[in-house]
């Protein structure tokens, strides 16, 4: 968007601000962006978004916030290009697939392998414990426990049950991360790093 636009927009009252929904292939990352997308639309005038390999991009709107949200490959072998994909980013959504006990180590490695990363110094985490619908699935307490989300001392997170076919949870998290953002920048705190790779900032 040029400078012009954005400027109107924080006239209007708006903010923009940029997600990262990141986490392991077939954990539900994209189902949960698009039901984000039925929750929260965008506005039907917005820009067209840009494609870039291993990414979707897509917006939401939700109270004074329009979130442009990347949807991240999560398969293994896209994992390494996350660190470049990161920069400026307010927020960092990482959603768990609660149902797959047999990779909730990986899950957890994979995101202390980014949330760790300097370009997310300043970024609220989010973690979206996905596929709470399923009788089987992982309790948020026990991913909050596998992931060792109380290690993270330097960063504004939290955890939300969440279903990403019926949108069961999404309205408190996108409520949680909305509120905190707003919170940090009115107290003049950082939400994100621009420049650590550079060519993000053209989108």
Not at 118 to 131: Q, T
């Amino acid at each position: 968007m040029s400078r012009l636009g954005q400027s109107f927009r924080r006239l209007l009252g708006y903010k923009e601000m940029r997600l990262a929904l990141l986490g392991l292939d077939a954990g539900g990352k994209t189902t949960t962006l698009y039901k984000l997308q039925e929750l929260f639309p965008p506005d039907p005038a917005g820009e067209k978004n840009v494609d870039v390999p291993m990414v979707v991009i897509e917006e939401i709107h939700h109270k004074n916030v329009k979130f442009r949200v990347w949807d991240v490959d999560g398969a293994k072998r896209a994992r390494s290009a996350w660190r470049f994909l990161v920069d400026s980013t307010d927020g960092l959504v990482f959603v768990v697939d609660s149902l797959d006990r047999e990779r909730i180590d990986e899950a957890a490695q994979a995101f202390h392998s980014i949330v760790t990363d300097k370009s997310l110094r300043n970024s609220a985490i989010l973690v979206l414990a996905n596929k709470q619908d399923m009788k089987t699935a992982l309790s948020p307490v026990d991913v909050c426990v596998s992931l060792d989300l109380h290690s993270l001392r330097n960063h504004r997170w939290h955890i939300v049950g969440t279903s990403a076919s019926t949108g069961e949870g999404l309205y408190e998290a996108l409520d949680w991360l909305t509120d905190t953002l707003n919170q940090m920048q009115a107290r003049g705190l950082p939400t994100c790093v621009v420049g650590e790779s550079g060519w993000q900032a053209w989108f």
